[in-house]
């Protein structure tokens, strides 16, 4: 392991090095470097104008900070200052030599410029570093095309300047830290290794970015994964808390100019949620316009668009966790569904009983759009298409855990945890029954889903208006009045308020829950015309017709006494 | 957590070299900088501070086996900038000489106006004398240099290798007698 890992740093992939380790950790400075120019004779050097000299060191630090990959090493110059080089006096002194080249720095033949950096053996903390250019040997130019016996300045400074910050030489023969860098000016820019080692090194600043080829658009959802993925953020500018998990991102461009909403669902494990400002195809955790602070929960940011911006979604994992998830956005529209969420892996037939359990099948969706609980538990979906105009019911019968039922929309051959069309959540093994309006030749998605993760056999029944399906054929007793007990319990053994004896010259009642206090005459708690029905188990006082069913949902309390 | 055990691991094994822009000297070229050339064993070193100015430095006593070429005493104190601190701090001229006590060198050493001796050129002035059982062997480490040659288009990076020998007969037969100027 050891050998894989030295092998691994010595290649040329990673070449760079730092000066010195303190415990394992590098020698660099710790925040701003404040550097200065020695000025004792009316002149940086003689050789050079004051701005020329000044423009070269400072180009020669700059190219560290503006590494393409973003790193975090900030320098100033703080002025001129008497003071030439001293390792004591903590002045970050940059000097130029011309009278007499100190012993022990080299050769004055020899040594160009030398760095003698200072700094805790207990941290590594560079806190004081010198600069002394040989300018009795060498004359320096800032010229790109270095003539006779010149030495190109800021070449010079760029790699000493490498030093400074705490890096060694490199073993890359391209870098600017490489030993015997390759001529002419070309060490004042940065080669890959430089910049893989200041940021390293130095992160932050514009910080470590994250991209990604996945794309979402307005009004859209995706499924997917952040298992696998590159873990390079650690941090983001508007959470205090790290994400050690490996991200996925997606690009997103809004089409609208106002609130869109990003959710995340569908997650097994802490993963949050981030939008960013796009920077060139990346993330940018500096500029983090949003996040989502659930723990295990959904999330959810509602992201302020402008028509035409492109963002970056980021799902990233708190404390190294990773997850599957859904990722939907929200234009106006409403999100989609990703594709092959929740798809129907069986058909429901009006009249025709059938038996399952919701064991083994996936768990995509865990919050629909009209419940207010969590739908943690795998299901199990039905596809039914209604054979005629009318109320249809389903009901959910033989539990032996708690399930529910719910009916969406069809998106595609799957259900649409934001198309509910109705929903039944009764407590504990207590049966489920939805009705709706139907519509000829139109699908719906049934779905059977645990509550809290729950798993069960299911006995499933459809009972249909007249059409191609025929309805309520396997209720003849319908007719039969005067034997209908009017409890829910007759025919296909629950009321299913199509039965004019189930009701008492009300209209159809397609929400009654087949219970035995159902035939009171009274429509069901939130039956929306035309809309869904969501039945309650202790029953209630009717709702006002017209409510939404958003805002049935929301005044509705989920099993208060049911929590296991 | 495992990035920063790789990141721990990778610095730990990291090299140990320091690093300095320095041009390349040949042996003629650097005997002409030195005072002499010396075969000797390292001493001892001491941290001493500068009153004046508060610089410190190390200064270690070499005991000169020969003069290979030119003149040193008998034993010679070498001054580097480099050492630790009380206040645990540690700073040094980066691509200097790093010697051991009791290690063998052969070393071109330059006595300064300032009455100290140093290494003419830093690492390139230093070989090291390792005795590997049966295979002793010669070396010179330019680790921590950017090496340049002065050239008619000026000053320009080189690509230089340290010579090493097989034995140290060989590297003393090279450098005997070579024209020490370092000293007028």
């Given at each position: 392991?050891?050998?894989?890992?030295?092998?691994?740093?010595?290649?040329?992939a990673?070449?760079?090095?730092?000066?010195?380790?303190?415990?394992g950790?590098?020698?660099?400075?710790h925040?701003?470097?404040?550097?200065?120019?020695?000025?004792?004779?009316?002149?940086?050097?003689?050789?050079?104008?004051?701005?020329?000299?000044?423009?070269a060191v400072s180009?020669?630090?700059?190219?560290?900070?503006?590494?393409?990959?973003c790193?975090?090493?900030?320098?100033?110059?703080?002025?001129?200052?008497?003071?030439?080089?001293?390792?004591?006096?903590?002045?970050?002194?940059?000097?130029?030599?011309?009278?007499?080249?100190?012993?022990?720095?080299?050769?004055?033949?020899?040594?160009?410029?030398?760095?003698?950096?200072?700094?805790?053996?207990?941290?590594c903390?560079?806190?004081?570093?010198?600069?002394?250019?040989?300018?009795?040997?060498?004359?320096?130019?800032?010229?790109?095309?270095?003539?006779?016996?010149?030495?190109?300045?800021?070449?010079?400074?760029?790699?000493?300047?490498?030093?400074?910050?705490?890096?060694?030489?490199?073993?890359?023969?391209?870098?600017?830290?490489?030993?015997?860098?390759?001529?002419?000016?070309?060490?004042?820019t940065?080669?890959?290794?430089?910049?893989?080692?200041?940021?390293?090194?130095?992160?932050?600043?514009?910080?470590?970015?994250?991209?990604?080829?996945?794309?979402?658009?307005?009004?859209?959802?995706?499924?997917?994964?952040?298992?696998?993925?590159?873990?390079?953020?650690?941090?983001?500018?508007?959470?205090?808390?790290?994400?050690s998990?490996?991200?996925?991102?997606?690009?997103?461009?809004?089409?609208?100019?106002?609130?869109?909403?990003?959710?995340?669902?569908?997650?097994?494990?802490?993963?949050d949620?981030?939008?960013?400002?796009?920077?060139?195809?990346?993330?940018?955790?500096?500029?983090?316009i949003?996040?989502?602070?659930?723990?295990t929960?959904?999330?959810?940011?509602?992201?302020?668009?402008?028509?035409?911006?492109?963002?970056?979604?980021?799902?990233?994992?708190?404390?190294?966790?990773?997850?599957?998830?859904?990722?939907?956005?929200?234009?106006?529209?409403g999100?989609?569904?990703?594709?092959?969420?929740?798809?129907s892996?069986?058909?429901?037939?009006?009249?025709?009983?059938?038996?399952?359990?919701?064991?083994?099948?996936?768990?995509?969706?865990?919050?629909?759009d009209?419940?207010?609980?969590?739908t943690?538990?795998?299901?199990k979906?039905?596809?039914?298409?209604?054979?005629?105009?009318?109320?249809?019911t389903?009901?959910?019968?033989?539990?032996?855990?708690?399930?529910?039922?719910?009916?969406?929309?069809d998106?595609?051959?799957?259900?649409?945890?934001?198309?509910?069309?109705?929903?039944?959540?009764?407590?504990?093994?207590?049966?489920?029954?939805?009705?709706?309006?139907?519509?000829?030749?139109?699908?719906?998605?049934?779905?059977?889903d645990?509550?809290?993760?729950?798993?069960?056999?299911?006995?499933?029944?459809?009972?249909?208006?007249?059409?191609?399906?025929?309805?309520?054929?396997?209720?003849?007793?319908?007719?039969?009045?005067?034997?209908?007990?009017?409890?829910?319990?007759?025919?296909?053994?629950?009321?299913?308020?199509?039965d004019?004896?189930?009701?008492?010259?009300?209209?159809a009642?397609?929400?009654?829950?087949?219970?035995?206090?159902e035939?009171?005459?009274?429509m069901?708690?939130?039956?929306?015309?035309?809309?869904?029905?969501?039945?309650?188990?202790?029953?209630?006082?009717?709702?006002?017709?017209?409510?939404?069913?958003?805002?049935?949902?929301?005044?509705?309390?989920?099993?208060?006494?049911?929590?296991? | 957590?495992?990035?920063?055990?790789?990141?721990?691991?990778?610095?730990?094994?990291?090299?140990?070299?320091?690093?300095?822009?320095?041009v390349?000297?040949?042996?003629?070229e650097?005997?002409?900088?030195?005072?002499?050339?010396?075969?000797?064993?390292?001493?001892?070193?001491?941290?001493?501070?500068?009153?004046?100015?508060?610089?410190?430095?190390?200064?270690?006593?070499?005991?000169?086996?020969?003069n290979?070429?030119?003149?040193?005493?008998?034993?010679?104190?070498?001054?580097?900038?480099?050492?630790?601190?009380?206040?645990?701090t540690?700073?040094?001229?980066?691509?200097?000489?790093?010697?051991?006590?009791?290690?063998?060198?052969?070393?071109?050493?330059?006595?300064?106006?300032?009455?100290?001796?140093?290494?003419?050129?830093?690492?390139?002035?230093?070989?090291?004398?390792?005795?590997?059982?049966?295979?002793?062997?010669?070396?010179?480490?330019?680790?921590?240099?950017?090496?340049?040659?002065r050239?008619?288009r000026?000053?320009?990076?080189?690509?230089?290798?340290?010579?090493?020998?097989?034995?140290?007969?060989?590297?003393?037969?090279?450098?005997?007698?070579?024209?020490?100027?370092?000293?007028?």
């Amino acid at each position: 392991m050891i050998a894989l890992v030295m092998a691994t740093m010595l290649s040329d992939a990673q070449a760079w090095a730092p000066l010195d380790t303190c415990g394992g950790w590098p020698t660099k400075w710790h925040g701003t470097t404040t550097w200065r120019m020695t000025n004792v004779g009316g002149s940086y050097y003689s050789g050079l104008n004051d701005a020329a000299v000044l423009n070269a060191v400072s180009d020669g630090f700059q190219v560290w900070s503006d590494a393409a990959c973003c790193s975090d090493f900030a320098h100033q110059f703080g002025g001129d200052t008497a003071i030439g080089w001293n390792t004591n006096d903590n002045t970050n002194a940059i000097e130029f030599e011309e009278n007499s080249w100190p012993g022990g720095m080299g050769g004055v033949n020899s040594t160009i410029a030398v760095t003698t950096p200072v700094y805790s053996l207990g941290n590594c903390e560079i806190f004081n570093a010198d600069q002394l250019y040989n300018a009795v040997g060498f004359d320096f130019t800032v010229s790109n095309n270095p003539g006779w016996n010149d030495t190109d300045l800021q070449s010079i400074t760029a790699h000493e300047n490498g030093h400074w910050l705490g890096l060694d030489h490199s073993n890359s023969p391209d870098a600017t830290m490489y030993s015997t860098y390759s001529g002419g000016i070309g060490d004042r820019t940065l080669h890959t290794d430089d910049e893989n080692a200041v940021c390293t090194m130095y992160p932050g600043n514009c910080g470590p970015m994250c991209e990604g080829t996945d794309v979402i658009a307005c009004d859209d959802a995706v499924n997917g994964t952040t298992v696998g993925g590159a873990n390079t953020v650690q941090t983001w500018a508007c959470a205090n808390w790290e994400t050690s998990g490996p991200e996925a991102v997606y690009s997103f461009t809004s089409t609208v100019t106002g609130d869109v909403a990003i959710q995340l669902t569908g997650l097994n494990d802490d993963l949050d949620l981030f939008v960013t400002d796009d920077d060139a195809g990346s993330c940018d955790n500096q500029n983090c316009i949003a996040s989502g602070t659930a723990y295990t929960a959904d999330e959810e940011v509602i992201l302020p668009a402008v028509a035409g911006t492109t963002y970056q979604i980021v799902i990233d994992g708190w404390g190294g966790a990773s997850s599957s998830f859904s990722l939907g956005t929200d234009c106006g529209a409403g999100p989609g569904v990703p594709a092959g969420d929740c798809a129907s892996t069986a058909t429901l037939n009006c009249g025709v009983p059938t038996s399952g359990t919701n064991a083994g099948g996936a768990n995509e969706v865990t919050l629909f759009d009209c419940a207010q609980w969590d739908t943690t538990g795998p299901e199990k979906v039905f596809a039914l298409t209604a054979p005629g105009d009318g109320n249809i019911t389903i009901d959910l019968t033989g539990l032996d855990a708690d399930l529910d039922l719910f009916v969406t929309t069809d998106a595609s051959g799957a259900c649409d945890e934001n198309g509910c069309i109705g929903l039944s959540g009764n407590n504990n093994t207590d049966p489920e029954q939805v009705s709706f309006a139907g519509i000829a030749g139109v699908t719906y998605m049934v779905v059977i889903d645990g509550y809290d993760g729950a798993v069960s056999n299911f006995d499933l029944d459809a009972s249909c208006p007249a059409g191609g399906g025929g309805e309520d054929t396997d209720e003849p007793e319908d007719t039969d009045e005067p034997t209908d007990p009017g409890d829910g319990t007759d025919g296909n053994g629950k009321g299913d308020g199509t039965d004019p004896g189930d009701d008492t010259g009300l209209p159809a009642d397609p929400g009654n829950d087949g219970t035995a206090a159902e035939d009171d005459g009274a429509m069901d708690p939130y039956y929306i015309p035309g809309g869904c029905s969501c039945t309650t188990g202790g029953g209630g006082p009717a709702p006002v017709f017209g409510l939404t069913l958003l805002a049935a949902a929301l005044t509705r309390r989920r099993r208060p006494s049911a929590t296991p | 957590m495992l990035r920063r055990l790789l990141l721990s691991v990778a610095l730990m094994t990291a090299f140990p070299a320091m690093a300095t822009s320095v041009v390349a000297l040949d042996i003629v070229e650097q005997a002409g900088e030195s005072t002499a050339i010396v075969d000797a064993i390292v001493g001892h070193s001491i941290e001493v501070v500068d009153e004046d100015t508060g610089q410190g430095y190390t200064d270690t006593t070499l005991h000169i086996h020969s003069n290979v070429a030119g003149t040193a005493p008998e034993q010679i104190r070498i001054r580097q900038i480099k050492g630790e601190r009380p206040d645990g701090t540690r700073f040094f001229v980066v691509g200097d000489a790093e010697v051991e006590e009791g290690e063998r060198i052969v070393a071109f050493i330059r006595k300064y106006p300032d009455g100290f001796w140093y290494f003419t050129a830093l690492n390139q002035s230093v070989w090291h004398v390792a005795d590997r059982g049966r295979d002793p062997r010669v070396t010179r480490s330019f680790d921590g240099l950017e090496m340049y040659r002065r050239t008619e288009r000026g000053v320009l990076p080189a690509n230089e290798s340290p010579q090493n020998f097989d034995t140290l007969s060989q590297l003393l037969s090279e450098l005997h007698g070579l024209p020490c100027e370092g000293a007028r």
